[in-house]
């Protein structure tokens, strides 16, 4: 059924379309995702139907009687090294730790190929209300594809994997690339092992699709912290070479991701407003389920990500000074540049899981 004709209905075909662009957008001589318009301005792509797909269902929770969650802002970590640190570092000829730091990003974006293998059970049969004319009904008919290609690119396409890249070899003049980044991010993902389930009543295939969509909805909420991070130091003319193209790049990454967040909490929202069958024949309210997931995530993000960063960049930052003039002064002002940041006492999601 045509968009025209059901706003709540759409084929896979018309979540993946583009349109049309007066030019396209090319980063390091690949040619990305997106393009510019008649005047300038750029243009997300595959959003001609996708966002007012996104908020016609919106609209329908909402109509229903029925909330949309919100995750607030501050319980996003500050990036660390902070804006005026990895200034401080770039200044004074220390680059190492930044060029990793966006290298270890541009990465990251690239495994967002993954959310288009991920596995959603029956929910028709594992939901006691319909889903019919939802969020939820499109997952797997072009949202998750739709996701998968904006991050990591399709075909010969370049996605944001290779804008950040972009970004980074225009703001830094193509920078040597550190020989162990993917080896030491891949070894932290190791370290973290498996969550164990929270509500095993579900079963597992349900959870486990419900906890990949809500930990990557956190990823992409707190990635608005990053993208202003890097804003703010690739578009600054003192360290970046070329601070309206790579700035600019930045801009049009965060343009790309929010139809990235919206699906995602549009879909676990109608999760939310859902009542679920457990493997035992009984059943569960959704929100019980959603906001468990949720705060667990958060839970562990506010505790570690902030330390993790930290670490990650200590471990080989007394190092990577020695190329400056004096390393002992620059460690001591870039430690003097650090701000405390206090973490809100809740999630927001907690009623639901004591409940």
Partial sequence: MSATASPLHYSEEELLSSGSFREPLFANGVRCHGGFD???????????????????????????GDTLFEISPDLIPPVHPNVAQAKLLLQNGVREPIVRALTIISIVEGFGAMIRDVKVPDLESLLVEPIHGT????????????HARDESGYRDEGGHKQMWEAARDAALENPKIPGDVLMRLMGRRDQRGRRKPLFPEIGEDLERSLGFMANVLVVEVMAAETFQWGIDLLSDPEISAAPEEAGGMVENIRADEKPHVEYLRTALSEVAARTIRTVDGKQISGKVVIDGLLHGILSEVIKNRRS?????????????????????????????????????????????EAA
Wanted: charged share 30%; aromatic share 10%.
């Fill in 38 to 64: 008649d005047e300038g301005r750029y243009c997300s792509p595959r959003v001609l139907f996708r966002n007012p797909a996104i908020n016609a269902w919106q609209d329908r929770l909402r109509q229903g």
């Fill in 135 to 146: 969020a939820l009904a499109h997952l797997q008919r072009g949202l998750f594809e739709a």
């Fill in 308 to 352: 993790d960063q930290r670490d990650d960049l200590r471990e080989g930052l007394e190092k990577a000074v020695q190329v400056a003039a004096h390393p002992q002064r620059l460690l001591e002002d870039f430690d003097s540049l650090e701000f405390d940041w206090t973490p809100p006492s809740q999630t927001g999601f907690e009623a639901s």
